[in-house]
């Protein structure tokens, strides 16, 4: 199940909305095929496994099949797994977590048992669903999992009073935060990061020079629709993939000159919001919205104030912040998580599931939220 959860791992940043899947086919104690969800849309990793098996010249009859997520029995993009592996005459499956569908939890277990294979469940269950946690949350709310990333100074700083923040952290921490985009669906920014840095916000990485690369659409929320014309977000060659979330009381001309190059997404505004005295974007309804367009899991790289929207309104599920052997000082120095902040302690947001990593000379705090 080990090897099974490592050859899921060659799929990320590729398999969504269909979530990363290994498995591996055991006979006579020996490996008979290997396979894993390639990209969504393509072969499932049974699949793949079995394939796997006939191009090396074996037969799967009699065989164990290890695999990282409890096989489909229904019709999609691809025919239901459990068919083929009935098909196939295999003696066992071993199965890491249950799909977290709760329309489909169990049944293809049971669908196999029916057909006389020999079923053992929830073999490194948690290792397995944490494997593809964006996609559980997703396919069980229909909403995306929202990971908050920042990267700050000892004293919580993602910038100068000037706005000045490249580079806080090194490159080791840097190249970690890359793969962190690797593995969402959209990145997500407030306007300011736009007016100050004018990022790509793209993933660079060794896909990218693949067949197929990694695309990571992009998000902006931008009240009164003051992107520049000239952003690279909107003049670039992939500015098809970036959205500007704007109100209603947006100016219309502005709103009219970006739709003319990128998306642009209308949204009520939410007021009032939890420690907060502004009007602001309903972030709630956003994530319902881009929930039904597939989007299962989006990284939030904003400012202090985007950052403290999603956490204090409870809209995050994980954090991400990296640090920096710096100090920076100054009231007006820019915090990685702005708003009014906590009113009590009792208040405060509480993390759980705590993992410290050393990054060269930035550490990298990952937790969940509670």
């Known amino acids: 199940m080990r090897r099974a959860l490592r050859y899921a791992q060659r799929g990320r940043g590729l398999t969504s909305p269909n979530p990363l899947v290994g498995a591996v086919l055991v006979k006579g104690g020996r490996l008979i095929g290997r396979g894993w969800h390639r990209q969504a849309g393509g072969p499932h990793a049974e699949i793949e496994a079995l394939r796997d098996a006939q191009k090396r010249g074996f037969t799967a009859a009699g065989a164990t099949l290890y695999v990282t997520l409890e096989p489909c029995c229904t019709q999609g993009r691809t025919p239901p797994c459990t068919d083929a592996l009935i098909a196939a005459r295999l003696r066992r499956v071993v199965g890491g977590a249950t799909d977290p569908n709760p ?7 049971t669908l196999l048992e029916r057909a ?8 490194l269950a948690a290792e397995c669903g944490q494997l593809n946690a964006a996609f559980n949350h997703w ?3 229909r909403t995306p999992f929202v990971t908050v990333k920042a990267a700050m100074t000892l004293d919580g700083k993602i910038a100068t009073a000037r706005g000045e923040s490249q580079w806080i952290t090194g490159e080791p921490a840097r190249v970690y935060g890359m793969n962190l985009r690797r593995d969402a669906d959209a990145i997500l920014v407030g306007i300011n990061t736009i007016l100050a840095d004018d990022p790509r916000l793209t993933w660079r990485g060794p896909q990218a020079a693949t067949r ?13 629709a003051r992107t520049p014309l000239q952003a690279q977000i909107v003049s670039d060659a992939q500015a098809v993939l970036t959205t500007i979330v704007v109100s209603r009381q947006a100016p219309r001309k502005r709103v ?20 907060s005295s502004r009007a602001a974007l309903d972030l709630r309804w956003l994530l319902l919205r881009l929930g039904t367009e597939n989007i299962t899991h989006l990284l939030v790289e904003g400012g202090g104030e985007v950052n403290a929207s999603f956490l204090l309104q409870r809209l995050a599920h994980r954090v991400a912040f990296f640090y920096a052997p710096k100090i920076l000082g100054g009231r007006d120095a820019r915090k990685a998580v702005g708003g009014e902040g ?11 599931d705590i993992r410290w990593r050393r990054l060269g000379d930035d550490l990298l705090l990952e937790a969940a939220v509670d």
Do not use: N
């Not at 197929?212 to 009164?224: C, F, G, N, T, Y």
């Open 103 to 109: 329309r489909h939890a169990g049944r293809g277990f």
């Open 116 to 123: 006389g294979l020999i079923v053992t469940r929830d073999v």
């Open 139 to 141: 396919i069980v709310h």
């Open 212 to 224: 197929h690369p990694k695309v990571l659409r992009r998000i902006v929320l931008d009240s009164q």
């Open 256 to 275: 009219a000159a970006l739709a003319q190059r990128v998306r642009v997404l209308v949204a009520p505004l939410q007021k009032p919001v939890p420690h």
């Open 342 to 352: 906590a009113r009590t302690l009792t208040e405060a947001i509480r993390l759980r």
